[in-house]
């Protein structure tokens, strides 16, 4: 299912036999603010009340003060209830620890308080709230467009049954989870501060020596001072000779002079050895390295070529000969792994690109980094006087992050989803230019770019941009779905006066082109790239079909297409078709073919859109380790020419070891074979003794992970893989309809989209079979890291680990949910062998989330992704100990009560 499809089938909610649940949920269309009428919310019985369950869901995510506020009492009675319930001591929250985690602490209060409460622990006003939920990145649908009733929670002193069962809660804490329940583990987004690190630990492994073929550059070498000198080759060369120093403890003397004995490292740039930017050529022999670069971004790619491999040798050792490298994949751009979605150039404290992120991402192989821009917040104009206000911060912060990512051999892009709609209101001073609406919606507008005014502002508020940061990479845009924008871009062109009596292909090619003269008034370079998203029939029927719209665009516009969509697959058995960004299904599919033929035959640069660190199938980690699956891949787009990627969504902008095997194909000549390219990056990364197994583990990973139930939107936005065993088992139905990635609740059949249901349990419970295997040999593997890679190798371990006990989870509780429906309508001895199976799925679940608690307490990326922020901290796996422990108890006085 395709995501426009989704947002509007979203809508509606049907409750079942639940009880005490009236008989159906309306879906709530006013305003939240209008305060319609709204579902109760789920109740949690493992908990003595809500006071309990809301002191225990925000022990991580607010301070005592606030809650003491929230709840009107004292931050003596917060603590004497967190203690009673053995939680482990309360931690002071940074301001922008408080900052990057709203939407776990709306999601985690959403059954828990009414809308006024929750601002109020938020610290936000209604304007604030109800921008949120209604602008970031969809959160109003992923918290399923309705807002259950709760009534307003206040404090009281706890009943004797609640502290009774509080200290139950106690008990089980302490001795399901021991002394890890006091652990304070790698704090939330600490991650943040290790990708933003610039420092460089040692890399050399004692016992390494260098072979008699290869050069050691221990002691004796001259570093030159390069050819020409410029401050960005300077900077280079200093960089590696501090590399050396402290990655690999050798320490190279600086200097001009040249002797007779001398061994020397030469720099040099020329521009002659090839025509693309970032290529380069070493020789290297006895007496004299020398380092030849297209460009200075030719120089970085040689240094970073050259620490590869030494990195992978384990000293400072070189092959003698030559090496040469063309750039053939460019520009090849992804998005940050933690930055906030909503205006990141308005508050410079939120950088989004630190400049330890963008070191490792461009040693990865990547060359440029996106976010978000909204043409109205970054310029002035004449022709709507309205817009641009706070325009002057964002353009020096983002002049800021262009000059420094530079320096890193980074562009900045701009995603443009434009022209935004506007109110109503916006129109009665510009009735001119009003266009479209949704169906059933006229509180928003379109800017119909049919009208001369619209596409000269756009073309105005381009050029300005890219005058006042003049060294921005470029542009890519959407131009159907997502946001209402264009007239034909969500398909109901019928609202506009002009656009409803044009082609759709017209509309959108032409808006393209003013895109395009909009950043050629000031830039002759900067990419411009038009996205295929939301073309065609199989996804909005607006009549933008690529073969119409895609010779209509000039030559220097190169077409962006998704690589693996409308490719068939038969996973168990089912036959289906990808519609959503997947890693388990290797691109390319006909689609982006058909588009890059016809691009091809325009003259057109083709780029494909990937995702080679994580993709919704499972983004509760920061990467999936299947680099097999990625090389694959990038093998498969050399034969259709591809010439260019864009390599994350929001989703997966983390620098990873399959980011590091993609980039072996990002230069010509292309490798000899994939093995070749997996085993470098086995050895860089984890040593020699250690490498064959972690291959094997790899394969066993990619093998397993093709058989996940892939097909679109349908079923990753709806199954618990991000949540794993933090998502909670119900013995009654809940009558909710899973919501976007956030609430997946019980509602199973939806999890599984086309699929049967018993099909999709066994391609989860086949997955985690196959992947538990590739685990056992990464955990062998592991005795074999040498030390200095050894703590990289166990954060890669408990990454492989969480996709394990997310998959096993997914099996069991999409089993769970199968028995559950025969067992509310069983009776005698049936009914009680359905409730024992339910019992022992729920005790299985009880060891996975010990483990995935282990994971979590360790690494603070576990179950983060940017726009979605924590799906669940720690204290959510021990909630769901809790929680199995209740429905293990109700089952088994069921059966008690029944012989």
């Not at 301070?63 to 967190?82: F, K, M, Q």
Request: charged fraction near 25%; glycine fraction near 6%; aromatic fraction near 10%.
């Amino acid at each position: 299912m395709d995501r426009r499809r989704f947002l509007e089938q979203s809508a509606a909610y049907v409750l079942v036999r639940a009880k005490p649940w009236p008989g159906r949920l309306e879906a709530q269309e006013a305003p939240i603010e209008q305060g319609a009428s709204t579902p109760l919310p789920i109740p949690e019985p493992h908990f003595p009340d809500r006071l309990h369950l809301f002191i225990w869901r925000n022990w991580e995510l607010a301070n005592i003060d606030r809650l003491a506020r929230v709840l009107e009492t004292t931050p003596e009675s917060i603590l004497e209830i967190g203690n009673s319930m053995g939680l482990p001591k309360k931690v002071e929250l940074s301001d922008d620890y408080l900052q990057r985690i709203y939407i776990t602490v709306i999601r985690q209060n959403w059954h828990i308080l009414p809308d006024d409460q929750l601002m109020e622990l938020l610290g936000w006003d209604v304007q604030e709230y109800e921008y949120h939920l209604k602008e970031d990145d969809f959160l109003w649908v992923k918290l399923g467009m309705l807002k259950p009733k709760c009534d307003r929670l206040r404090y009281s002193p706890p009943s004797p049954l609640a502290r009774e069962r509080a200290a139950e809660i106690r008990e089980i804490v302490r001795e399901t989870m021991g002394a890890a329940i006091d652990e304070a583990g790698e704090p939330a987004f600490t991650f943040i501060k290790r990708l933003s690190d610039t420092r460089t630990t040692s890399l050399r492994d004692p016992s390494s020596k260098a072979f008699e073929n290869e050069i050691d550059l221990s002691t004796g070498w001259i570093l030159l001072s390069p050819t020409p000198s410029s401050r960005f080759l300077l900077d280079l060369v200093q960089d590696f000779r501090m590399y050396l120093a402290a990655a690999m403890d050798s320490e190279l003397r600086s200097g001009g002079a040249v002797g007779s004995v001398q061994k020397l490292i030469r720099i040099e740039a020329d521009s002659s050895i090839s025509h693309a930017s970032g290529s380069f050529e070493i020789s290297t022999s006895p007496n004299e390295i020398r380092v030849l670069g297209q460009d200075a971004q030719g120089v970085r790619e040689a240094f970073s070529y050259l620490k590869d491999q030494m990195e992978a040798r384990g000293g400072p050792y070189l092959a003698r000969g030559t090496v040469r490298r063309s750039t053939r994949l460019d520009p090849r751009y992804v998005y940050s792994y933690f930055a906030l979605y909503g205006d990141p150039l308005m508050d410079e404290k939120n950088n989004p690109f630190p400049d330890g992120l963008l070191d490792k991402l461009s040693r990865s192989g990547v060359n440029g980094v996106w976010l978000q821009a909204v043409l109205r917040n970054l310029a002035p104009s004449t022709i709507f006087p309205e817009f641009g206000k706070g325009s002057e911060i964002r353009l020096r912060n983002l002049r800021k992050l262009v000059d420094r990512a530079a320096l890193h051999g980074v562009k900045i892009y701009l995603y443009l989803n434009e022209p935004r709609s506007m109110p109503a209101d916006f129109f009665t001073r510009h009735l001119r230019v009003r266009g479209t609406h949704d169906p059933g919606d006229t509180r928003f507008f379109a800017m119909c770019t049919s009208t001369t005014e619209v596409r000269e502002w756009l073309s105005e508020s381009l050029a300005y941009v890219f005058s006042q940061a003049p060294g921005l990479g470029g542009i890519f845009c959407i131009t159907a779905s997502e946001n209402l924008t264009n007239c034909v871009s969500h398909g109901h062109s019928e609202f506009c006066p002009r656009c409803s009596k044009l082609d759709g292909s017209n509309v959108i090619a032409q808006l393209i082109r003013t895109f395009r003269t909009g950043v050629r008034r000031k830039s002759a370079s900067a990419d411009i790239i038009a996205w295929d998203w939301g073309w065609g029939k199989n996804w909005i029927r607006n009549g933008a079909n690529p073969s119409n719209v895609i010779p209509q665009l000039p030559e220097d516009v190169a077409l962006l297409s998704v690589s693996e969509w409308a490719k068939q697959i038969d996973r168990g058995g089912h036959p289906a078709q990808v519609g959503e960004y997947s890693i388990s299904v290797v691109g390319p599919g006909p689609r982006a073919l058909q588009n890059w033929e016809i691009a091809r035959r325009s003259r057109l640069k083709r780029l494909a859109k990937v995702q080679w660190s994580c993709t919704w199938e499972i983004s509760a980690v920061p990467y999936i380790p299947v680099p097999g699956l990625i090389v694959q891949h990038c093998e498969n787009l050399v034969k259709p020419g591809v010439e260019g990627l864009m390599a994350s969504w929001t989703v997966g902008g983390y620098p990873s070891p399959n980011f590091e095997v993609a980039k072996r194909y990002y230069f010509s000549p292309l490798p000899f074979s994939s093995e070749e390219v997996l085993r470098e990056v086995a050895l860089r990364r984890y040593g020699k003794d250690a490498a064959s197994q972690i291959l094997d583990a790899w394969k066993a990973f990619g093998e397993a992970f093709v058989q996940y139930p892939m097909e679109g939107g349908n079923v990753v936005y709806h199954v618990p893989t991000q949540h794993g065993p933090a998502n909670l088992l119900r013995l009654q139905p809940t009558g909710y309809k899973a919501g976007m990635m956030l609430f997946p609740y019980d509602d199973y059949e939806h999890w599984v989209g086309s699929y049967p249901v018993r099909i999709a349990e066994d391609q989860f419970q086949k997955l985690a079979v196959m992947w538990k295997k590739g685990l056992e040999t990464f955990l062998k593997a592991l005795n074999r890291v040498p030390r200095q890679k050894l703590s990289a190798a166990q954060i890669d371990l408990g990454i492989a680990e969480t996709c394990y006990l997310h998959f096993q989870s997914v099996a069991n509780q999409i089993r769970f949910y199968r028995l559950r429906e025969e067992y509310l309508s069983a009776h005698g001895a049936a009914q009680r062998e359905l409730g024992r199976q339910m019992a022992q799925i729920a005790e299985n679940e009880i060891q996975l989330s010990v483990r995935q608690y282990h994971n979590a307490r360790r690494d603070s990326c576990i179950g983060y992704e940017a726009s979605n922020q924590y799906y669940y901290r720690p204290l959510d796996l021990v909630e769901k100990v809790l929680n199995c422990h209740y429905v293990q108890t109700r089952i088994t006085a069921e059966i008690d009560r029944q012989v």
